[in-house]
């Protein structure tokens, strides 16, 4: 296929995912939430993305809080931001079938065979990440924010934005965190770290993992922060495992920019495997 084909080919994919995201975004603002809307029209009428922000308040936000509107126009913003973000939700299967569709015919049936399973495991670490931050780190990063409204004598008014931007940030950033194995053992696997680098610098990762940690959950500082650090600590520890596997069986594709190195003979810093004389010390190294 011509440059030309190729880009009308992902224009025509573009425009699915386009559609796609058009679509389920106007069904989450307008399809009836109570199937008896159908049997009587001009009955109680309550759309889609209603009802799916009574259960998420169901089941996250404490009793203690109340929400507010605070201007006239947050409760049509939080609509048809969360209209849209759940079509999101719905459009990603379709866009990573897209995107693996205009990608598949340039790959070797080696190369497909070992995208299946990153596909998989990014996918379930996902899932799982998503999960962990709405049913656990939502929960208890809302309990915990509460005392502070005591200590400086103010009441639990928050908000309707507010909220539903927490949980919708919170669970999506946990979702991204979860895949932290992943991405390790694909720069590993491409060349661009070490196992050996990882381990050995293993305080200044977890120092950057607590970090990280602070900025994905702002504002926490008890128990979900510490739940979110050790779980990532495992995810940290489980990519190094599962890159290890690659380093052992000799699958690493080092870069083009990549220069293997070795020890000078006499001095024993590191040098460029090709050359004579060391840059160090200047002794040769025949």
């Keep these: 296929m011509s440059f030309w084909e190729h880009t009308n080919e992902l224009i025509r994919r573009l425009k699915v995912v386009l559609y796609t995201l058009v679509i389920a975004t106007v069904v989450m603002m307008v399809l009836p939430a109570n199937i008896s809307f159908f049997k009587d029209p001009l009955g109680s009428y309550e759309p889609l993305i209603s009802a799916i922000l009574a259960k998420i308040r169901e089941q996250v936000l404490p009793k203690e809080v109340t929400l507010i509107g605070e201007t006239f126009v947050n ?10 973000f759940f079509g999101l939700v719905i459009t990603a299967p379709v866009l990573a079938y897209e995107i693996y569709k205009f990608v598949d015919p340039a790959l ?22 998503l999960i962990f931050g709405y049913f656990v780190l939502v929960p208890y990063g809302l309990m915990a924010l509460l005392p502070f409204f005591k200590i400086v004598g103010a009441e639990p008014y928050i908000s309707v934005t507010s909220f539903y931007y927490f949980v919708f940030i919170l669970t999506i950033l946990t979702g991204i965190v979860f895949t932290l194995p992943i991405f390790l053992t694909l720069f590993v696997r491409f060349g661009l770290l070490q196992t050996t680098s990882l381990t050995k610098n293993r305080k200044y990762v977890y120092f950057g993992l607590l970090i990280l940690v602070f900025l994905v959950t702002p504002g926490e500082g008890g128990l979900a922060n510490f739940m979110l650090l050790s779980v990532m600590i495992v995810l940290f520890e489980a990519g190094i495992f599962f890159a290890k596997r690659y380093e052992k069986k000799g699958e690493i594709r080092r870069p083009r920019w990549h220069v293997e190195k070795t020890q000078c003979k006499f001095c024993r810093k590191e040098i460029p495997e090709s050359v004579t004389f060391c840059p160090h010390c200047g002794k040769s190294q025949k």
């Design 108 to 129: 070797y049936p080696h190369e497909r065979r070992g995208l299946y399973p990153f596909l998989t495991s990014f996918a379930i670490l996902f899932i799982a990440g």
């Design 75 to 84: 409760p049509i913003e939080l609509y048809l931001v969360a209209s849209f």
